[in-house]
Structure formats: C-alpha cells, structure tokens
C-alpha cells in the first residue's frame, strides 16, 4: 500500500501552491469586500492549467488524474476558498459536457472552460426541491426542434456571473420523479432569463443566487444526452464533486492551523509561550489528527474513482465530514487567537463562514448519511 503522490503529482501541486500562496492568499479578504472574481485570475489559472486538469486533452485539459484534481482544489483552496469554486464547477461541469454533449458542443466549451475564458453553473437545486432534487418542477417543453424553459433555480453559485449553466429540468410528467428529468446546456445570456443575487453569510465571491426562465428557447442539440437522463448524469459526478468539497474545505482548515501553531509559539502569557500551555496545544495537536485523516479519505476516494472502483460511500463520508471538522478546526484557531482572532482583519472568520455554506451546498450531513445507509444495507435504509 502506497500513501505517496507520484512525482509529477507533486510538481503539480507545487504549480498549484505557489500561484496559491502568491496570486490568491493576499487579496482573499479584499475581494470578499469587493464581491470581484476577476476574470483576468481565471484566465490566468486557465494558462497554468489549474482549472481542470482532468478533463480530456482532446477538449483542452490535460488528461490527468482525479488525484492531481483533489491536489490542485486543495492547494487552491489554501489561497483562496472562493477561488476555488472554480475548479469544483470546472471539473463538475466540464465532465458532464464531454460524456453527455454532442461533440461540437463540448468542442466549443470546454476548451474555453479550460482555458478560464467562461465560468459554468450547475443549475439543479430549486425553491422547493433542495435535497429533494429528483423532483425538481422547472418545466422544459417541446417547441418544435427545440425546449422551452420556464421555472425558477435557486441557490446556485455564481448565478449572477456564469456564462452558461447545465440546467435540468423536466421533460416528463412529475409523477416520473428522477426518470423524468432532463439536462440542457443554456447560455445564460438568452432571451428570458433574469437574475438575482443573494446577500450570503460568506462566500460572497460566488455569489448565489436565482435564475428565472421565463419561455427561454433551448435548441434541441444542447440537450445533455438521452431525454429523461439528467439526474443519472449529474449524481453520478457528484460522487466526484463531493470529494473535492471536502478537499477545499480542508484546505482552508489547514491554513488557519498552520497560522495558528504559527501564533502560538510567538505569543506570551504568564511567562511562557501559549504552546507550552496542553489546553492550547493539545486542541491544535486534535486538530492535525483530524485533518490528516480527513485528507486520507478525500484521496482514497478518489484513488477508488481513479480505479473504476465503487465509491458512493466514500464521497458522502467525506461529504459530511470534513466540511464539519474543518469547521471545528477554524473555529478553534479562531478562539486560540484570542480577541485578536474575533477582529475582521484577520482571515479565520472569513474562512469559518465560506466553509459553512459547503456543509449546506450539494448535500446536507443528513442526506449523505442516508447515502452511506443505502449504500450499506440498501434501499432499506431509505425512510421514503
């Protein structure tokens, strides 16, 4: 059994780490002021190829593995939480149009996905159907060649900034539940789409928000696979999305640790370092225990993914997990800093309340633990 990365892993995660520590880490609380993700950042990490490297060489990625993917997301994470959306969405969505789209479509999009010229949104959750997502409502119906949206998609991330989004909706009778879900790609500059913006807790670079469709024309080729697919599609890559979620998460958590240990040998109390203090170096020394074993579920799931191994299960721990123990972990940095660590200028509470919104996005502790219930036992564990 081999817990190492390979070498050019590593050379990938230095790139990532680097561009992380220099282009990301200084302005993270600036531009939360400032609600700007510059377009001109993403190009730039489009021109390392830093967004998704995953994706296929034929379509502008370079064809690498899930596991230099959870590298690059944590390594950007540690610059700059928010940022990092990027590479989760990228990733996500850039997987689903080169399996699902026809191929002048991925041909088009992708590559400038990759290349950081367009942001992508994944437009799923609605108003009444946030866990429940298999009975989404918005309406996709026939208009000859092409569809006709009309609803509305709630809590989406950068809605007010997204170029296009993969969107699903339904294309059968609400009785059909999952089977009647389809996907679309829709450039969200399309006639009859209005946008909102939400004033969040944190994460105020991605901005969620609402997209509304109000008879908005679809052309029957930018259908994502067979009708009535859609939700298959999108499940199956969120086993994928949820361990890079976890891996953002830690890797904003690990900053503030090492912050914190930082923090703490420099600072007096009584005479002494606060890290000769057990109540303040025992929490921190819990803390690198739980990370360190938080980041060795995040790679085996994605080994398994590289393998073509199961790993529903997995993703869900470490869905449900580690966005709770990262939280826990910047909580205390936060509190070992004392008053100082209360103050706005330093970054933890920042970081504190981003990481809080991925323990609500793209799946609550609840349902992930159903997952691993059903995946254990089977649809016996279901309650419905």
């Known amino acids: 059994m081999d817990f ?18 220099k282009r990301l880490a200084p302005d993270y609380q600036r531009r939360e002021r400032t609600d700007a993700l ?50 989760l969405l990228a990733a996500l969505n850039g997987q689903i149009l080169a ?3 026809r191929p002048e479509l991925a041909a ?27 009975h989404i409502k918005l309406k996709a119906r026939r208009n000859g060649e092409d569809y006709l949206l009309n609803g509305e998609k709630t809590s989406i991330s950068f809605a007010h900034q997204a170029d296009a989004a993969i969107t699903f909706a339904r294309t059968g ?4 539940g999952a089977h009647g879900v389809s996907a679309f790609f829709v450039p969200l500059d399309s006639p009859g789409i209005h946008r909102t913006r939400f004033e969040d807790v944190g994460s105020a670079v991605v901005g969620r928000g609402s997209l509304f469709f109000d008879d908005v024309k679809v052309p029957g080729a930018y259908r994502l696979g067979e009708e009535g697919r859609g939700f298959t599609q999108v499940m199956q890559g969120f086993d994928f999305s949820r361990a890079l979620i976890a891996l953002q998460c830690l890797g904003a958590a690990a900053v503030s ?10 600072r007096k109390a009584f005479g002494a370092h606060l890290a000769k203090f057990e109540g303040v170096s025992f929490p921190l020394a819990e803390a690198e225990t ?20 199961p790993h529903t299960a997995e993703a869900a721990m470490c869905k449900w997990w580690v966005p709770k123990t990262a939280f826990e972990v910047i909580h205390s940095c936060l509190l070992l800093h004392g008053h100082g660590g209360f103050g706005k200028e ?15 996005g793209d799946g609550t502790a609840q349902i992930m633990k159903l997952i691993i219930a059903r995946e254990r036992v089977g649809r016996v564990a279901v309650p419905y």
């Open 173 to 176: 009778g609400e009785d059909e």
């Open 38 to 87: 510059e377009r001109s950042l993403v190009r730039e990490m489009g021109s390392l190829g830093l967004i998704a490297p995953v994706l296929p060489e034929a379509l502008g990625g370079l064809g690498l593995d899930c596991i230099t993917m959870g590298l690059v997301t944590e390594e950007i994470a540690r610059g700059d939480f928010n940022v990092c959306y990027v590479q």
């Open 4 to 21: 190492s990365f390979t070498p050019d892993q590593e050379r990938f995660r230095e790139t990532a780490r680097a561009f992380a520590e």
């Open 108 to 134: 088009e999009w992708v590559p400038r996905l990759c290349r950081g010229e367009v942001l992508l949104a994944l437009a799923l959750t609605e108003p009444e159907t946030g866990s429940d997502a298999a």
């Open 257 to 266: 640790l090492e912050e914190t240990w930082s923090y703490v040998t420099e």
């Open 290 to 309: 739980l990370l360190e074993a938080a980041r060795l579920l995040c790679y085996k799931t994605l080994w398994l993914k590289d393998h073509g191994k």
């Open 346 to 360: 330093t970054p933890h509470q920042q970081r504190l309340r981003d990481v809080m919104g991925l323990e609500i």
């Open 99 to 101: 399996r699902h789209a």
